[in-house]
């Protein structure tokens, strides 16, 4: 799976190296919402679907919840857990209650604080976020304004309690319907309810009848605190108003999103359906509290789990091959037949079957009987498959919910795509045919559904209820377009310099002008597969064509060594073994690779990289049948060598020309799955004022803390690597934090910039300059704001350099969202958004053209990308590092680390 030597669609360099595996893990989700770097049309960094696990800690309904596993989980899925009686409730005076119950509440304030990233990180020093540079431009966002009333409501929030307990939330809410006139409109989550109402007392207790005769319940409801207009838990109500009018919508609600399963495309060719649905969050805005909603899609496989499963078994052992098995279910997200629900698969117990047994409620019952009665519209026909393992997710433990899920393979289907299927061109562009949608396409679809919304007597009654109103239309925003960027390449040995084009592409320059600078490659070595190597000499014929035109320099008879069976790894190692045994000095290895083997790319990376600390290239031999095509891709090979080699293909202008500038990117990426799970965080710095030089590091982590401790020390070796290069520290440094999870902001803001900061301070001590102006901006891709140019009747995408930092910011922080990539035609561009921690000497104006500036410093493609370059070298470093090297304390060369080898 590796994207081969430049080729593939589109005039990417590859956007790595040429025979790289992909980094990808999507599962053919709306391809509008996709990253987009503008390289290697192989190359999309999508990430593997989503969805919640779930989990509980009681028996069946009609159990007290406790340790005891096994029973109804409400969801309808039996759970593992520990034999015996019910655990009976801890009994506490009534003030140690109360406290725990405060605690409890301010526990739970603080994770949905975290859950919406509602930290201040907005400089106190900074009044002015806005900018004004740039031609104004009208533009249109997706989001829908909510009016509410006037008059400032105080919630009142209640715990509530059921005898017996119930786990079902659609059931607790059937029977706490009845009492909706009593508690004067009412939203639930599950746990808690908010109302307007004030219950007498602070605390009580109603009576339902559960249906087909299941018996009283009794629910208690205890009063924990008031929802002041403005508080987090403020805009929660919101959200669940609107999902709630979703439900009502006959919307089914999957992990985070809603999806319609009436409007579903069958493609049964593909054994796919996919279901479209829309993505929704509520906000306070600087515009006002907003509805942000986009459309999303889910991929559903039509196979089941133990269609899967049986595919690897092996008749003649009469055995299942667990290894590949469990490769391909754990880390992925199923769907049940029975309740529409979503599941991690997070391990597979193969001692466990439909005929074993679990407590419930102090009876025996195996998996079967359990199924069978409570849904006799999904037969269980296989006895002896093992059974599936979902752990409740950090949100079910803090609601109490412990134990695991053991689910049925042949209840479950997969949802997302496999990497077969991913790496299969003609399903992707059928999956893309029908999730891809042009801006004009987008807005018909969102304001198609507003106006379903709106048309519900049912829906409409629910929100005015609450004294609520969406708006029909789209928010207009104020945008505007910065300037032109200008480059700088090389012709006959001088500098020349160009203006970017509107589509933000200078791959007509190539034509005309040479790379900025050049590396001679003296010294290379071509490793190759003996039926590969009758194509070298057309091959080095076509570079040499090419690199004429860019002024690239090359000896153009390498030694040749080649490889006899290229089906196993080990004969492309030992073909690398005997080049440097013949000589160390060699500058390249370029390897011809066969096949899109992970392991062989894996094993050709670390035995360069790692054990001799030389570079290397891989090429696919697939693009020798592109003959049309071939000097294409040689160009596009040629810059990339020269790129890693320590080359500049082009350069842009230094606003900083007179003082020492430094440009650092840092991003993660988290490899293996469960136990074995571990992140890789990469450093990218420039070292020189042209930003064409560079430094990397790298360095693996388990947790956050970690994670901290290791960034204070590769900035630090950074600002050393600076030094070595130009005898003194920087004067300014500009930092661009990527890879920052949900939740993760406030820990970034409060313990990695205090870390960095640190690291400054001791960089500097004893030397006689001042601390740098330091700037720290955070960067995030995969948002789901979209923003489109709205003339006359229709949209189109925003012209590359499109900013906006009105309306749609949040007043809170100080950021703004940018579009500076063109987007394939028939897709919607997603904008990346940009939040400054700290800003030292700039100006909002200054740090938006700056950061549209670096989106052109990309050498694997002749064009903008979608993040500052030095983001873009961090996240191919760090993708590099975790599936090719393999072991989280092994890096490359400290060699290296001067050279973009990771392209």
């Not at 929704?280 to 039509?302: E, Q």
């Not at 679809?445 to 007597?457: E, G």
């Not at 993660?668 to 420039?686: C, F, L, N, P, Y």
């Amino acid at each position: 799976m590796y994207s081969g030597g430049g080729g593939g669609r589109g005039r990417g360099y590859g956007g790595r190296d040429r025979g790289a595996p992909r980094d990808r893990g999507g599962n053919g989700g709306d391809g509008g919402s996709r990253r987009r770097h503008r390289e290697d049309d192989d190359e999309e960094d999508s990430k593997r679907q989503r969805g919640d696990s779930y989990g509980n800690g009681g028996n069946n309904a009609g159990q007290s919840r406790g340790n005891g596993g096994g029973g109804d989980r409400g969801r309808g899925d039996a759970q593992s857990g520990h034999r015996g009686a019910r655990k009976p409730k801890e009994w506490l005076p009534p003030e140690e209650f109360k406290a725990k119950l405060k605690a409890e509440v301010e526990k739970r304030k603080q994770d949905e604080r975290d859950s919406y990233d509602n930290v201040k990180t907005r400089p106190d020093n900074i009044a002015d976020t806005a900018g004004n540079g740039g031609a104004p431009v009208n533009l249109l966002a997706n989001f829908f304004k909510i009016k509410t009333r006037e008059t400032v409501w105080i919630l009142h929030n209640y715990r509530v309690d059921f005898d017996p307990v119930e786990e079902q939330t659609y059931t607790k809410r059937s029977l706490l319907k009845v009492h909706e006139k009593n508690l004067k409109g009412f939203i639930f989550d599950g746990t808690n309810l908010y109302t307007p109402r004030l219950i007498p007392g602070h605390e009580e207790t109603l009576y339902s009848e559960k249906e087909a005769g299941g018996g009283k319940v009794k629910i208690t409801l205890k009063h924990v605190g008031e929802v002041q207009q403005g508080d987090v838990q403020y805009l929660l109500v919101y959200s669940l108003l609107i999902k709630s009018c979703f439900r009502l919508l006959g919307l089914d609600e999957l992990g985070r999103h809603f999806y319609d399963r009436t409007g579903a495309t069958n493609l049964a060719n593909l054994r796919l359906e996919i279901w479209p649905g829309y993505s929704t969050s509520v906000r306070n805005f600087d515009g006002g509290i907003m509805l942000n909603m986009d459309l999303a899609h889910k991929v559903l496989r039509l196979d089941t789990c133990l269609e899967r499963i049986r595919a690897d078994y092996d008749r003649g052992r009469n055995t299942y091959n667990r290894d590949n098995i469990q490769s391909d279910l754990v880390g992925q997200i199923v769907i049940t037949h029975y309740n529409r629900k979503t599941y991690k698969i997070h391990d597979i117990d193969w001692d466990k079957t439909p005929l074993s047994t679990f407590d419930q409620g102090g009876t025996e019952r195996t998996f079967m009987d359990y199924y069978t009665e409570r849904y006799p519209e999904f037969p269980i026909r296989d006895t002896n498959q093992p059974l599936l393992i979902s752990r409740p997710s950090r949100k079910d433990r803090h609601r109490g919910q412990r134990g695991n899920i053991l689910l049925i393979p042949e209840l479950c289907n997969i949802t997302g795509l496999s990497d077969a299927q991913r790496g299969n061109f003609g399903l992707m562009r059928e999956i893309h045919s029908v999730t891809s949608l042009d801006p004009d396409g987008r807005v018909k679809k969102l304001l198609n559904f507003m106006n379903r919304v709106r048309s519900s007597d049912q829906v409409q009654a629910k929100l005015l209820s609450w004294g609520m109103k969406l708006d029909p239309n789209l928010v207009d925003v104020p945008g505007r377009v910065l300037p032109a960027e200008k480059m700088a390449m090389s012709k006959s040995g001088r500098e020349e310099t160009f203006l970017v084009e509107p589509n933000a592409d200078w791959t007509n320059q190539l034509k005309s002008l040479e790379m900025h600078s050049s590396v001679e490659m003296r010294k290379w070595a071509i490793v190759v597969g003996e039926r590969d190597s009758n194509n070298v000499d057309g091959w080095l014929n076509d570079m040499k064509f090419v690199s004429r035109g860019l002024n690239f320099r090359f000896d153009d008879n390498p030694e040749i060594f080649r490889v006899q069976d290229t089906r196993n790894p080990v004969g492309y190692v030992e073909a690398i073994n005997h080049a440097m045994a013949q000589r160390r000095d060699i500058q390249m290895i370029f390897c011809i690779l066969s096949s899109p083997s992970v392991d062989t790319y894996s094993a050709i990376k670390r035995r360069c990289n790692i054990d001799y600390g030389v570079l290397s290239q891989c090429f696919q031999n697939k693009h020798f049948r592109n003959q049309k095509g071939l000097k294409s891709i040689a160009t596009k090979v040629v810059i990339q060598l020269n790129s890693k080699l320590g080359g500049a293909p082009w350069i842009g202008l230094n606003p900083f020309k007179s003082s020492f500038t430094m440009v650092v990117g840092f991003d993660v990426h988290h490899s293996g799955k469960g136990r074995s799970a571990i992140s890789i965080g990469a450093m990218v710095a420039t070292t020189n004022n042209t930003f064409s030089k560079f430094y990397s590091t790298v360095s693996s982590h388990t947790n956050r803390e970690a994670l901290s401790d290791n960034m204070g020390t590769d900035f630090t070796k950074c600002l050393h690597a600076f030094k070595a290069k130009n005898n003194a520290l920087p004067d300014r440094i500009i930092m661009y934090r990527d890879g920052v999870g949900q939740g993760d902001l406030s820990y970034v803001h409060n313990v990695e910039l205090n870390q960095i900061q640190k690291s400054l301070t001791e960089a500097y001590q004893g030397t006689d300059k001042a601390e740098p102006k330091f700037n720290f901006i955070i960067v995030t891709k995969k948002g789901n704001a979209r923003i489109m140019r709205h003339e006359r009747n229709s949209y189109d995408n925003p012209t590359p350099g499109t900013v906006v930092d009105k309306i749609i910011t949040l007043p809170e922080r100080y950021d703004f969202f940018l579009v500076s990539q063109q987007p394939r035609r028939g897709q919607t561009v997603s904008p990346t958004t940009y939040n400054v921690l700290k800003e030292e000497g700039i100006g909002a104006d200054k740090i938006q053209r700056l950061t549209h500036k670096f989106c052109h410093f990309y050498y694997n493609w002749s064009g903008t990308v979608a993040v500052p370059f030095v983001c873009q070298y961090a996240h191919k470093l760090s993708y590099l590092t975790g599936i090719a090297y393999r072991d989280s304390n092994v890096f490359a060369n400290e060699s290296l680390a001067h050279f973009l080898y990771f392209l």
